[in-house]
């Protein structure tokens, strides 16, 4: 039976400025929920502009076909453009629409589980990064923490205290950024030597506090020259870190990321701001990355990450999806991560899970002592809940057959 698309809706709330929500309505009754993050009135011009008029009155269940007509827009597609942030937003929706149609979780409906739980690590973000403007947040001098759980503040104070509390949470890794206000100065070209040393102070004190018994992730935000990001890299080789994530500015840079990586111990992870399957094959084709990162609402979507997840196992790279967004990219997320045979990870930001994610869906993923389990319930298990689209701050935007 033909499943119509009849509807498109979004919802942004001005307190969340850098969210959008997706909502696609199909004439059998069913409502997908789709997700895009960063840019949140330019996602929702192309999602209605361009994007409805070709999706209106389509078969939903054609998921394959429209990712492949959405993902090579006539212009704008690269990387994670606007376009292709619509486009994830779409996939999402119409995966969540398919489980429901099947009665079963999206994970099912991908091809069932490769594993009954997956590993998580907390990044250690504060309750409102990267939400409520496009700068993200620096720590300075006069900053204090707004809660218990306000993981930014706790790394540059005392990044000891802080593995303590996550192990005593059951969480085995951590990722912080200690290094990135010290960019700013030269423009990420250099790193003097006394700024170098306070970057590695937070790694040295969790490994002071609890040795081995928890894994340390580096985020560097592609805030690095590549001279810059081997002084950072190579001065981490001793403390034995997981990786360092995104090292250099930008991330599409193939070939000095690929001799980053020959010149350090330290092992790459790569990379979040990524959209398509093409780049990705072209950082594994060039033995630039360790690790396969990719960002479900930057990438295309579950169909394009799928894609990549596969890529990612030919070359015998793991996988860990990112999230440091939103609650639906979340459980999007955990779908693939517990599908994709060679997922290590699930990021989870515990201050945005204890918090606000509460506020805006129905059901989000359990942790139990660091580890994620799957949702439960026919598509992504979870939806928008019916009040946030009613909020004063709402914009709400509906195209329709």
């Not at 500015?249 to 990321?257: C, R």
């Not at 992870?269 to 072209?282: M, P, Q, V, Y």
């Not at 359990?366 to 026919?378: D, I, K, S, Y």
Request: hydrophobic fraction near 45%; proline fraction near 5%; aromatic fraction near 6%.
């Amino acid at each position: 039976m033909i499943s119509k698309i009849r509807a498109l809706r979004t919802i942004r709330i001005a307190e969340r400025p850098n969210l959008l929500w997706l909502e696609i309505e199909t004439d059998d009754g069913l409502m997908g929920l789709g997700e895009a993050f960063r840019g949140a009135a330019a996602v929702e011009a192309v999602i209605h502009e361009s994007v409805a008029p070709f999706l209106l009155g389509r078969d939903a269940r054609q998921i394959e076909g429209i990712s492949r007509h959405l993902l090579t827009p006539y212009v704008g597609f690269g990387s994670s453009s606007a376009e292709i942030r619509a486009a994830s937003a779409v996939d999402i929706a119409l995966w969540d629409l398919a489980g429901k149609r099947l009665g079963v979780p999206v994970h099912e409906a991908l091809g069932g589980l490769s594993r009954d739980r997956v590993r998580s690590y907390n990044t250690c973000a504060g309750y409102d990064y990267n939400t409520k403007s496009a700068q993200r947040r620096d720590i300075g001098a006069a900053d204090q923490a707004r809660g218990p759980y306000d993981d930014q503040v706790a790394f540059m104070r005392d990044a000891g205290a802080l593995a303590e509390s996550l192990l005593a949470e059951g969480f085995t890794a951590m990722k912080i950024w200690p290094f990135d206000i010290y960019a700013p100065a030269t423009q990420g070209q250099s790193i003097t030597l006394s700024d170098l040393k306070r970057g590695l102070e937070p790694f040295e004190k969790i490994r002071r506090a609890v040795g081995d018994k928890i894994e340390i992730m580096a985020e560097l935000h592609s805030l690095w020259s590549y001279p810059a990001a081997l002084r950072i890299c190579q001065a981490l080789e001793p403390l034995a870190i997981t990786w360092a994530e995104d090292p250099i500015g930008k991330m599409d840079d193939v070939a000095s990321l690929a001799e980053l990586r020959r010149a350090t111990r330290v092992p790459i992870c790569a990379s979040e701001t990524l959209g398509g399957k093409i780049a990705f094959r072209d950082l594994l084709v060039a033995g630039a990355t360790d690790v396969v990162m990719l960002d479900l609402t930057w990438c295309g979507g579950l169909t394009e990450a799928r894609k990549i997840a596969a890529l990612a196992e030919a070359w015998a790279r793991p996988v860990a999806p990112h999230d440091c967004t939103g609650p639906v990219t979340l459980v999007a997320s955990l779908h693939l991560a517990l599908h994709a045979p060679t997922a290590i990870f699930q990021e989870v930001v515990r201050a945005t899970l204890a918090t606000w994610y509460r506020d805006l869906v129905t059901v989000l993923p359990r942790l139990e002592q660091g580890w994620v389990l799957p949702m439960e319930g026919p598509g992504l298990g979870t939806a928008l809940l019916p009040e946030v689209a009613k909020r004063e701050d709402a914009v709400v935007r509906e195209s329709r057959a």
